[in-house]
């Protein structure tokens, strides 16, 4: 079978070696992103504490008791800070979010910090299309330490917690 695509200069597609039973024809693959992740192996804290301005570094020094901060570190909105200090922190592209982050990459209501019964912090994805990752694995929901970077579509948010906790 010859198909003419139109093209300027003549361009015919020639099928004859294809296979004629449609099932043979399935070109479907399969392409596994995880290993583009934003971080491949654990940093130690103070190469993660390093990436901070002196600015940053005090912010964090002097956060309260029972509270914590997301700072993005690299990529977009680099610098942005984030300090979570109630119960339920939504984070997505809905601008109502306490953490609003404005890219196709966030579902609208993405994920939430949750305070756990004993006072840390969890993160919990919400159902999103993109899914959320916690330092570089795809997770439902999981506890936060200090060090962890989450990513939320494009973004990535590494957590701190202060000395006073």
Not at 30 to 40: D, K, N
Not at 65 to 75: D, E, Q
Not at 86 to 115: C, M, N, Q, Y
């Amino acid at each position: 079978m010859r198909v003419s695509l139109g093209l300027k200069g003549g361009g015919e597609v020639n099928d004859s070696k294809a296979p004629k039973d449609p099932a043979e024809r399935d070109l479907t693959s399969t392409i596994h992103l995880s290993a583009l992740r934003s971080v491949p192996k654990p940093r130690p804290l103070e190469e993660i504490y390093g990436f901070l301005s002196s600015e940053e570094r005090e912010i964090v020094s002097q956060l309260p008791k029972n509270s914590a901060m997301l700072i993005v570190i690299a990529g977009p909105n680099k610098g942005a800070r984030f300090l979570i200090d109630s119960e339920e922190t939504t984070i997505g592209r809905d601008p109502k979010s306490e953490i609003f982050l404005d890219d196709v990459t966030v579902s609208r209501t993405h994920a939430k910090i949750e305070r756990t019964s004993s006072g840390e912090f969890r993160v919990k994805d919400l159902g999103s299309l993109n899914g959320s990752y916690l330092n570089a694995h795809p997770v439902s929901e999981s506890n936060l330490s200090v060090g962890d970077e989450i990513q939320i579509g494009k973004f990535r948010l590494t957590y701190f917690k202060g000395r006073a906790n």
